[in-house]
């Protein structure tokens, strides 16, 4: 990971579906307030990793169903397939590991001869995962019998049974386990191991995960029997993983707490910024906190009369054309309320802050509006000063913010987004 050049101060390895992802929370709360949590305190310095056993395909359905952040390492499949930045670039050393002992044609071969077996669809079998659904109560009975052809043909596989229901062969070298040691030992030698690793995971697959030396583990309280088994007979006594009284995210924030491991609250749960002022230094959180200003301003959950909305500076439309901020606010005004009652949620991704001069910032960062179902997406450039004008609430004004449209929002009409 090039982004950072030192140390990451916290490293996150989430596995997605029900840890960081909750689906019975139609809301996506428990996401949103991690969301904001990450940007403003630890996307600059840090690294969030997600690891899930979706495939490629499944994975990007997944990111346009819930709110979720942009990681900068995603490891999919299982930990088969470990990609790094927005380009998703795969590991190809990772790839050379998982040819050991390893052949995907015998394994399908063999294991279609199982009745108890049922293929999952076809994005899910990946080259080093074939995978299945099965009875919970056969699946152990299967895995014994399979592991032996396996043997008889040479080859060194793992067997894993996650969520009372699927079944997935890999190669033995492979795993959401293994698959992080290896990130782990490749920051090592490049000098920049971690500072602190939290893993989460709530099921069978995610086990793996909790036994890697020296990183804190919370399984989230919906976590899974499998995962719990697990842990009452490997891992119970290592303080280092709690089993949270949180679901899903929320968990994922108690953990931080718990362990120490940096700031825990989120801006989410924070009314009044301006009781807040220059708690925190970092940029970030001045974009975060406006853009929830911004959400909670257009769902009436904010008073209209906020001192927050006076500000000096230069808003560049899309079209090119350069507006005051003070025209941008003035036409926020009258969109008050607007989305009051309805679901409407902004949230920021990848909100990186450089340093240009000794009180300049440099911010880009991606802006995610959903309303009625229907997503929507910019990347922004804004200017942050902490000098003149009228400060904003931690002493910092927005001087300048561009914004450009995403492919599939532009050709949608904008102009209801004052900002
Ligand atoms: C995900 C994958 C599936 C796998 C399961 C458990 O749901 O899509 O193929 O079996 O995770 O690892
Ligand atoms: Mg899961």
Excluded at 75 to 92: K, L, Q, R
Excluded at 94 to 122: A, C, G, H, T, Y
Excluded at 255 to 261: D, K, V
């Amino acid at each position: 990971m090039d982004r950072l050049k030192t140390s990451a101060r916290l490293m996150i390895v989430s596995d997605l579906d029900h840890t960081m992802v909750d689906h019975h929370e139609s809301e996506n709360l428990s996401l949103l307030r991690f969301n904001a949590l990450w940007e403003s305190n630890y996307r600059h310095d840090s690294l969030l990793v997600f690891s899930t056993g979706r495939s490629p395909t499944l994975y990007k359905e997944l990111r346009k169903e819930k709110p979720m952040l942009t990681p900068d390492i995603t490891i999919m499949s299982v930990g088969t397939e470990i990609t790094y930045g927005n380009s998703m670039v795969p590991d190809e050393g990772w790839v050379e590991v998982l040819n050991q002992k390893w052949d995907v044609n015998i394994v399908k071969e063999e294991s279609s001869k199982f009745r108890e077996l049922e293929l999952q669809p076809d994005t899910e079998q990946r080259p080093h995962k074939v995978s299945f659904k099965v009875d919970k109560d056969k699946a152990h009975v299967v895995t014994k019998s399979l592991l032996e052809r396996f043997e008889k043909h040479g080859l060194d596989v793992k067997i894993i049974h996650s969520g009372g229901m699927d079944l997935d062969i890999l190669p033995q070298g492979a795993g959401k386990g293994q698959a992080l040691a290896y990130l782990l030992k490749k920051f090592k030698t490049e000098g920049k191991l971690p500072n602190n690793t939290l893993v989460c995971g709530d099921s069978g697959n995610d086990a793996e995960l909790f036994s890697i030396p020296d990183v804190y583990g919370v399984m989230v309280s919906n976590a899974q029997e499998e995962l719990l088994q697990w842990h009452a007979e490997n891992a119970k006594n290592n303080p280092k993983i709690i089993h949270a009284t949180e679901r899903c995210a929320a968990g994922i924030i108690q953990a931080i707490g718990h362990f120490s491991l940096g700031p825990n609250t989120s801006p989410r749960d924070v009314m009044d910024f301006l009781d807040l002022k220059l708690e925190n230094v970092n940029p970030g959180h001045e974009v975060v906190k406006f853009y929830l200003f911004y959400e909670r301003w257009r769902r009436a959950e904010v008073e209209n009369s906020e001192p927050y909305l006076d500000s000096s500076g230069v808003f560049v439309h899309p079209s090119g054309i350069e507006l005051s901020l003070c025209e941008i606010i003035d036409s926020l005004r009258s969109y008050y309320g607007d989305e009051r009652g309805k679901r409407f949620r902004v949230w920021v991704d990848q909100v990186l802050p450089v340093q240009i001069s000794p009180d300049t910032w440099l911010v880009k960062f991606k802006k995610w509006e959903s309303s009625g179902g229907e997503l929507k997406c910019c990347t922004s450039t804004a200017i942050l000063s902490s000098k003149d004008g009228t400060t904003v609430s931690d002493g910092r004004t927005w001087v300048h913010l561009h914004q450009t449209w995403f492919e599939e929002s532009a050709s949608k009409d904008h102009s209801t987004w004052p900002i």
